[in-house]
């Protein structure tokens, strides 16, 4: 039986100079100095974390971490950005692979960090 198809989120935000996109699901994030590049990296990054899951355990559950509760926060503070999907998310990773494609999905919303959520040190990692 297949893997079935991976429907995930993520935030996009900027942070000083640079956006940044933050996998909820996998709590995965990607920088960039554009939104597109930083969509980009995030999903090439996504699907080699599920990959290799899958590869090493068979199982995608075993990458399901969900980001802290900040993030989920920015994500449905935020409005809507895009809604990636299938052939979308394909053209976007940078090392394409054999099917089967494990994403199917990509919920993005687009946040404005506060200068609250910067100062308590919400995405230091970026």
């Not at 999903?43 to 509760?69: E, F, I, M, N, W």
């Not at 940078?94 to 089967?100: A, V």
Request: aromatic share 6%; charged share 25%.
């Amino acid at each position: 039986m297949g893997t079935p198809p991976l429907d995930l989120r993520a935030v996009l935000y900027r942070k000083n100079q640079d956006w940044l996109a933050h996998c909820l699901e996998l709590d995965i994030a990607a920088q960039a100095r554009d939104s597109d590049a930083a969509l980009a990296s995030l999903v090439s990054l996504c699907d080699l974390q599920v990959r290799r899951a899958l590869q090493l355990r068979g199982k995608v559950r075993h990458v399901l971490t969900p980001a802290p509760r900040e993030y989920w926060t920015l994500w449905f503070n935020g409005h809507a950005h895009s809604t990636l999907e299938n052939a979308e998310l394909r053209e976007l990773i940078r090392h394409p692979h054999e099917p089967p494609y494990p994403l199917h999905k990509l919920d993005v919303r687009e946040a404005e960090l506060s200068a609250q959520s910067a100062a308590h040190g919400l995405a230091l990692h970026g």
